[in-house]
């Protein structure tokens, strides 16, 4: 399958431990914010969203943060499990606009 | 519950030749669609978006084009591919209305040699 990943930060955690992955934004207008993850060879999976009203949102096993005033989003995941390893991409969505802008992704690789 | 659909999955193209690869969606009406190309340890780029049926935006000029003959359908065409064209091309939805999350297909890995 497609290898995704090749170029892009690699963060490394231990199986059981905690992993926060990181992404700036760009756009202070933006008011919608996406986690996905993509394993080898497929398409991205929604994980957990959030808007700019709000700075916390938890799902099962994540938690997704949102600093605005630093235009800073992470991804919390608790007890990361092999299964988690994959890229990380945030995405923002422009206020107004049906565009949806990627950051450049992380690697999490969970080490056992 | 909806289901995106693109096929083919994988593709081999000479240099020169067309494209034309499919994305339909099921159990939506109205969905706005989505054309990404993702290259190799790299992220997504948009290439076309689309709000209903013969509306098209581009957002990156090339020889790539996109169209929408029915309601759930988005075909990305090209008519003389290049090598850059090669990459991990994804379609994606999302629901008309207030609703935000955009949802991907499986992809197609297109390699032109």
């Known amino acids: 399958g497609e290898s995704v990943g090749l170029h892009l930060p690699t963060l490394s955690v231990q199986e059981g431990d905690n992993s926060i992955i990181n992404c700036a934004y760009s756009?202070?207008?933006?008011?919608?914010f996406i986690w996905y993850k993509q394993e080898s060879g497929k398409g991205p999976q929604f994980i957990i969203d959030?808007?700019?009203?709000?700075d916390k949102r938890q799902g099962q096993r994540v938690t997704v943060l949102l600093n605005k005033t630093v235009k800073h989003l992470s991804l919390q995941i608790a007890a990361t499990q092999p299964g988690d390893s994959a890229v990380y991409f945030c995405a923002e969505r422009r206020a107004g606009t049906y565009k949806y802008i990627f950051g450049t992704g992380t690697r999490l690789k969970v080490l056992a | 519950s909806q289901t995106i659909h693109q096929w083919p999955a994988t593709l081999v193209q000479p240099v020169g030749s067309p494209l034309s690869l499919e994305c339909t969606v099921e159990g939506t009406s109205n969905p706005n669609l989505y054309w990404y190309r993702q290259a190799a340890g790299r992220g997504l780029q948009l290439l076309f978006y689309?709000?209903?049926?013969?509306?098209i935006s581009s957002e990156v000029p090339q020889n790539l084009s996109a169209s929408r003959p029915q309601d759930r359908q988005f075909i990305l065409s090209s008519k003389k591919l290049l090598l850059s064209d090669s990459g991990f091309y994804l379609c994606?939805?999302?629901?008309?209305?207030?609703?935000?999350?955009?949802?991907f297909g499986p992809g197609t890995r297109l390699t032109v040699l």
């Open positions: 994606a939805w999302k629901a008309s209305g207030v609703t935000d999350t955009q949802y």
């Open positions: 689309s709000v209903g049926i013969g509306q």
């Open positions: 756009n202070s207008a933006s008011d919608y």
């Open positions: 959030i808007r700019s009203n709000m």
